[in-house]
Nanobody, 126 residues
Framework: QVQLVESGGGSVQAGGSLRLSCAAS????????MGWFRQAPGKEREGVAA??????YYADSVKGRFTISQDNAKNTVSLQMNNLKPEDTAVYYC?????????????????????WGQGTQVTVST
């Protein structure tokens, strides 16, 4: 069974950092393009970052603060989030798109995702 499981969410004050991890099972991350999306209360789910192993993409709102990385040996994808702001508060979802379908478009689109994780809450307070 193909599955993505996120961890590392939590509560932090503005300016702080969190690191989210996504563990894949049932397949290897190197066969997928990987990404992170988030959904704040009352808002649509939006793409945050994506990686194809050798290249990365970031939404303008997180550029310079977030870093996506992929560890093929551990079959994980991580999102390092620094200088967090209250507007970063959301449920964060790990996402995968099979390589045979081509990379994620820019900006990232929900419709391009093949597999979703269950989500992890990130709350940033002032």
């Amino acid at each position: 069974q193909v599955q993505l499981v996120e961890s590392g969410g939590g509560s932090v004050q503005a300016g702080g950092s969190l690191r989210l991890s996504c563990a894949a099972s049932g397949y290897t991350v190197s066969t997928y393009h990987m990404g992170w999306f988030r959904q704040a209360p009352g808002k649509e789910r939006e793409g945050v970052a994506a990686t194809s192993g050798s290249s990365t993409y970031y939404a303008d709102s997180v550029k310079g603060r977030f870093t996506i990385s992929q560890d093929n040996a551990k079959n994980t994808v991580s999102l390092q989030m620094n200088n967090l702001k209250p507007e970063d508060t959301a449920v964060y979802y790990c996402a995968a798109r099979h390589r045979c379908r081509g990379p994620f478009g820019t900006p990232l689109r929900v419709s391009e995702v093949d597999i979703w994780g269950q989500g992890t809450q990130v709350t940033v307070s002032t």
